[in-house]
């Protein structure tokens, strides 16, 4: 999983809890994304950045927020879950804008 | 706006048979494609990539051809094995960091 470790790998939690999922890379990559797996949409974008402190958001930010204050971290904050946050998220990392993405393993969260 | 769609949700081979996964783009402008494999419960692993600037390109024992014409690419998988029943995904990559996914292909490999 090209240096790339997502935790928890699992969680299960509470509507209205705050959730904050982590991502951490050993490739010392500029751009990490946030990404959503859904059954009947794919994979869709979350927020991304590119770079310490600069982040954007993705084609699905609502109820999301994002931080990243060190190269290799890259947090995913659900400030009050939701059932429809009920997902798999993975982190995925690049060299540049440009450049093939490589994903994580994999978060599976459960909201109830 | 722009969309990327695989044509079959699943595809049954015999293993040891030749695999063709297709997909279809809407973006006329779209320069850069990537092909993912994802394994059950695991995060998508990058195949092979392809770029406008060519029509094949050929990794091990895969091959993607793009035709921009009809806007179309697949993957061939040569003699496929146990090991390749995954979910495929291609990927439209317009340089944004933005990538469009398909719905993915179910590749389903009977001994």
């Known amino acids: 999983d090209a240096g790339i470790t997502q935790s928890p790998r699992h969680k299960v939690t509470e509507t209205g809890t705050p959730v904050t999922l982590r991502c951490h890379q050993t490739?010392?990559?500029?751009?990490m994304y946030w990404y959503r797996q859904d059954p009947g949409h794919g994979l869709r974008l979350i927020h991304y950045?590119?770079?310490?402190?600069?982040?954007d958001k993705g084609e699905v930010s609502d109820g999301y927020s994002v931080s990243r204050s060190k190269t290799e971290d890259f947090l995913l904050t659900l400030e009050s879950a939701t059932s429809s946050q009920t997902s798999v998220y993975f982190c995925?990392?690049?060299?540049?804008?440009?450049?093939?993405?490589?994903f994580g393993p994999g978060t599976r969260l459960t909201v109830l | 706006g722009e969309s990327v769609g695989l044509h079959l949700p699943t595809l049954s081979v015999q293993e040891g048979d030749n695999s063709i996964i297709n997909c279809a783009y809407s973006?006329?402008?779209?320069?850069?494609f990537i092909w993912y494999k994802q394994e059950s419960g695991k995060g998508p692993q990058f195949i092979i990539d392809?770029?406008?600037?060519?029509d094949k390109r050929q990794g091990q024992r895969v091959t993607v051809l793009l035709n921009k014409t009809v806007k179309h690419l697949s993957l061939q998988i040569a003699a496929t094995q146990p090991g390749d029943s995954a979910v495929y995904f291609c990927?439209?990559?317009?340089?944004?960091?933005?990538?469009?996914f398909g719905q993915g292909t179910t590749l389903q490999v009977k001994p």
């Open positions: 995925a990392i690049s060299e540049s804008v440009t450049d093939t993405q490589y």
């Open positions: 490739e010392n990559h500029r751009y």
């Open positions: 950045s590119y770079g310490v402190k600069d982040t």
């Open positions: 973006n006329s402008a779209s320069d850069y």
């Open positions: 392809i770029r406008s600037n060519m």
């Open positions: 990927a439209d990559h317009p340089y944004t960091g933005k990538l469009i």
